[in-house]
């Protein structure tokens, strides 16, 4: 089995996207070969993508879809004939809920019948914005499942349901999420790492600023 | 009433409207580097759509026309959506039961959305259309209208 990985973030091998790949790759005994979006024009990439016969697409959440860079590769993308190369995506976002990623999910399934590609599911992991500015061990058990799933896909070529189904967790907020994160107190504390960086760059006054009125 | 359009087919334009033309304007592309919300809160690190972000939030309506590429919005629209994250704040709330941004101004403009229907399938179509209305609903926008027409054929 001949697989790729294709980084669809804009933030190339410097984002949260190169860690999910990293952690991935660290539970296969042979490396698999990565490329990066935001560095090969889409036509080179589309063209690369018909020598392999496993795609795995990873990408970051963007508006609820994928980035616009991953839209321009798909946009160059041909169905398939003949063979039916397989196609699986990883997506990670920035919100704690699964479900704000349907839309891409729902999308992509489609996507992948669209172009004749036989389709391996998709990965959904919420709250992942500070996997790269928090201290690793923050995320050490997302890390352990991201690793798991690498080693399932070296034995099987697909993506373990149960782990799936795990990283997927919350899908929704329950209504006493809710009402935790709306108190004050995990409000304020949300607002801390925000309000931090904010005065860091010594822009905290301006943080409400309305430029294009 | 001040209004906008973007478009992507069709030739309306609006002596009074402000008009983005996705043909004519490739759109840099979202870095991710959250220059926006962190060191100049509002304004991307980019400065093509300067004049979009002026007229867009003081429009009270917005009317795109959009064509569907490869069963979706284009690339080019999906960047305008990433490039629109400097008109919201970071802070998020949860009060409509799901994380949603808070929004950065008052008010945001209504949206109408055409669109060539050259969709596959119903599922295809289904989901644009749910995807635009999920969109423009986080945007803090009240989508009006969304109408897919078939392209005319000429002979
Ligand atoms: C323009 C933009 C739009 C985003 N939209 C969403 C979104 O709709 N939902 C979400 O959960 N996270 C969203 N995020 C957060 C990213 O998915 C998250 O920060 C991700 O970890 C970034 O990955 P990267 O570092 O590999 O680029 C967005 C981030 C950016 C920059």
Redesign the pocket.
Known sequence: MKTLILNG???ADC????LFIDHFQSGLTTPLPVRYLLREKPATLALAMNEYDTILLVM?????AMPGLVMKLFEELKPQSGHHPKIGFIV????IESA?ARYLENYLTALAYRLHFSYLGTVIK?D??A??ILPHFFFGRLFKQLKALGVAYEKTGSFDPLLVKKLGKPVCLSKYQVRLLESRLVNRLNQIGWNWILKRNGCFKNRYDQPFL | MKTMIVREYNTVSLSDSYLLDLNAYPIKG?C?C?TCWWKTPGRCIHHDLDCFYHHYITAEKVTFYLTVSQGFISANLKTLF?RM?PLFLPYTNYGSGESMHDPRYERYPDIEIFYQDTFLNTTEKQIFEAYLQRTFYQFHSKTNSITGKMPEVRS
Do not use: K, M
């Not at chain 1, 970051?60 to 609820?64: S, W």
């Open positions: 973030s804009p933030r984002g949260n996207t190169q970051p959440l963007y508006i609820h990670q976002a920035g919100f704000t919420g992942a914005a996997c790269s | 979202c991710g959250w990433d994250i």
